[in-house]
């Protein structure tokens, strides 16, 4: 039986497959509202039409929020959890509840290595991430994003790291510690290698949101002189039009290996829906917007999407 998180990610990965394929494909016939909704940043809908939806519309810079909420509540939730594990901490009666009310799980599905393992390595990503958007990205002052965006936002990374700790001993099911499952033979086994490629997918990621913060700064001084946007070149992007939503999917393909439970797939499902969608629109958009923008780089995956 669905939960309430499988529920409400499910329909977000089939709205927003259906209506960025639609939108792709027959945006003419799409009303404008949807289109202004579903839109924003580079590719955002530049109409005249459905101006109302500006009274529920947020400076795209406040994604940073995203990163600054998440970076807290998974360090906190790591930290909770190694106490809890090594420390011989209870888990609060409350926490169980809730975590019982969003997944109605009754047992265990994963191991206390893993999920301490995946909150470790989305913690980095999240601290990494909240780092750049205050203090290395340049969001244009005339960006705009839906506030369904900003809310979806938030309640991504709230999902993830409860998706992650819920399911895991001592937060699920019986507090009885003699049948603790600790570790797991896949997880010791595929730990390292999961590790590094989420360190590449990591490290790739950052270099891109560098080459795009440096395309409205002076080389030199590092200040910010342009909000326009320009072609993008080096590291991954003579291959795609959007390395950094590659290494998303890369980042929750390591994620899901880890906890591979029902709700982590659904929210998983959501992720890829949102970043390939997003990438054919900005890859269609460059090629509309630059006449010389290459034509071999692909949107989303080299030689293939």
Known sequence: MLNILDLGFLSL????AFT???????????????????????????????????LIEVPKALYRHFYAFSTGFSAVTLVYALVVYCFE??????????????????????????AILALSLLL?????????????????KSSK????????????????????????????????????????????FLAAPCTLIFIW???????????????RKDKKTGKVITEDHKIPKGRLFEHVSSPHRMCEIVLYIVLLILIPTRTFFCIFLWVIANQV????????WYKNTFED?????????????
């Open 13 to 16: 990965a089939l709205t927003v």
């Open 20 to 54: 960025g394929f639609v939108i792709n494909h027959y945006e003419k016939h799409v009303p404008a509202f949807i289109v202004k909704g579903f839109k924003y940043g580079s590719f955002a809908y530049r109409g005249k039409e459905a101006n109302f939806l500006q």
């Open 89 to 114: 901490f209870s888990v609060h009666g409350y926490v169980v509840f809730a975590l019982k009310l969003l997944l109605e799980q009754d047992e265990p599905a994963v191991s206390a290595l893993a």
């Open 124 to 140: 980095v990503q999240c601290t990494r991430r909240c780092y750049e958007t205050y203090f290395l990205q340049v969001f244009a």
């Open 145 to 188: 994003m839906n506030l369904s965006h900003y809310i979806a936002g938030l309640g991504h990374y709230f999902a993830v790291i409860v998706a992650i700790i819920g399911q895991a001993p001592l937060f699920c099911g019986s507090q009885n510690r003699d049948n603790i499952l600790w570790s797991d033979k896949k997880t010791l």
């Open 201 to 215: 997918a990591w490290y790739e990621q950052f270099m891109t949101n560098i080459i795009f913060s440096n395309l």
């Open 277 to 284: 969608q997003t990438a054919i629109h900005a890859h269609v």
């Open 293 to 305: 923008y290459p034509k071999n780089r692909m949107a989303l995956i080299p030689k293939i999407l």
